[in-house]
């Protein structure tokens, strides 16, 4: 079935969470006036990443029952979009970097992000939970965040539980490794793609916060891992892909991505 | 520690295997003139790869013991090389498609292809054992075979067993997908680097040969998965890079590629 993706790569700022929202809003408004039908938005999306001290992520962070969630569920159900957003979410005294799936009916799924990158565990908890896959009225999405997609391990598990799409919320920071041909960030979503026969919707962020910059490259792979659509510039843009999801996981007439797996010899992973 | 690495893309038959053998012992001569400490050959390099039956698979088949590889040990003795090719080996009554890690001393390893490519089961047995690392004067070697590769299990297992570089001989089918920017199979090549830390050194080979024709990319990326030498077009060549490898898994302050690994949550690949 083919479907019509939106990646909305966002300028966010720690300093500025209600013009985060703002701007989630008004962009899921956006996707789904083009034709959108699944819309997915940068990680942290509300909060902003780069934060001064846990004091400013705990006031950014939302909470699941929420207004800000609240609304999308509503603009999901006026739009009948699929909607798939990092959120910084607070849970008690623990603050999570989740993903959460959203349609009219509500909060289909929510992950938290299991392998957390430099400072990130001077503010969240990890996870301790699978990729989240749900079915939805488009086919099975799953989702993770960020350097999550980093451990092939991780991404081979929501393939294994059926996801036919990742929608991958990320905050990208720029490490200085050359862009070309393919910044290594959306060359490793490529290979993951191609090795699960999946595709990938990343959605990036973009501008400058207390001094870290950001890949800038959301990007749409098909299950081929070939380049649909990439952010070529480091600006606010949403970033579109009409493609079909895979039904099947053959490669070759003989050959089959999931099926070829050695499982008897995989035991040194654990 | 810097080593200069080769990676000798030959156009091979199944008519000539004699020939094929000539093409190996030369271009092993050319590249150690050249300066080179580790020359990777292609898979099934001394048998070519689109057998007719498997009379000629058999026919084309060497032995560990025999003549051709006990001549490639003498020439890495004479020039203090390593040398990592794909072969096709006779084992009694089995065929294998295998890589073999040889230095002056002798065969250090050998590896048969765990994950076969669509009509190999007809020729070959698959292995039953982990991708080969061996201990070598220049590091820690570790080989797999062509779609090998495409099993990130199977690329972190070897980095698990303490992979420094891994040599890949490869036959890459042309299956018709764009090359641009890059090919898929070397986008692979670049993710499993740069997820493992880990240098990595494919050879391809090229020329048509019974109606198959080959994407010839061979390809050494950098522990970044950063591309240091690329074929450019399906010709005989030899490539060369001169790069450290990889001490440790380090890839912030505060991350490493391996410690970051939720062992705890991957028993679903099992």
């Known amino acids: 079935m083919s479907i019509k993706i939106a990646v909305a790569q966002l300028e966010l700022s720690t300093s500025a969470p209600a013009e985060n929202v703002r701007k989630m809003n008004d962009a899921i408004v956006e996707a789904a006036n ?5 819309i ?41 979009v699929v909607i798939v957003t990092g959120v910084a979410l607070v ?18 799924g929510k992950y938290d992000k299991a392998h957390l990158w430099n400072n990130e565990p001077d503010y969240f908890i990890a996870g301790d939970a ?4 749900v079915d939805t009225a488009l ?11 980093e451990f092939p391990e991780w ?8 996801a036919q799409i990742l929608a991958l919320p990320t905050n990208w920071p720029d490490t200085g490794l050359p862009r070309n041909p393919t910044p290594m960030e959306v060359v490793r ?4 793609a191609s090795q699960n026969k999946m595709v990938i919707a990343a959605c990036d962020r973009t501008g400058d916060e207390n001094g870290v910059t950001w890949v800038s490259s959301s990007v749409i792979v098909d299950e081929n891992g070939l380049i649909q659509t990439l952010a070529s510039s480091a ?14 996981n053959s490669i070759s007439p003989r050959n089959d991505v999931l099926k070829d797996r050695r499982t008897d010899l995989y035991s040194g992973l654990n």
Chains 1, 2 share one sequence.
Not at 155 to 162: E, M, S
Not at 189 to 192: D, E, N, R
Not at 235 to 248: F, K, S, V
């Open 34 to 38: 083009k034709g959108a039908q699944l």
């Open 139 to 149: 086919g099975k999405i799953g989702t993770m965040v960020c350097y999550d997609v």
């Open 155 to 162: 991404v081979r598990i929501a393939k294994l539980q059926g």
């Open 40 to 80: 997915v938005l940068p990680e942290l999306a509300n909060s902003g990443y780069a934060f001064k001290d846990l004091a400013e992520a705990r006031r950014n962070a939302i909470h699941i029952n929420g207004p800000e969630i609240a609304h999308w569920v509503e603009l999901a159900r006026e739009h009948d």
């Open 189 to 192: 979503v490529q290979a993951a």
């Open 91 to 108: 849970e008690g005294q623990a603050l999570r970097n989740s993903s959460i799936i959203i349609d009219g009916s509500g909060v289909l």
């Open 130 to 133: 699978s990729p989240v896959v």
């Open 235 to 248: 600006t606010q843009q949403i970033l579109y892909a009409e493609l079909d999801l895979p039904t099947d």
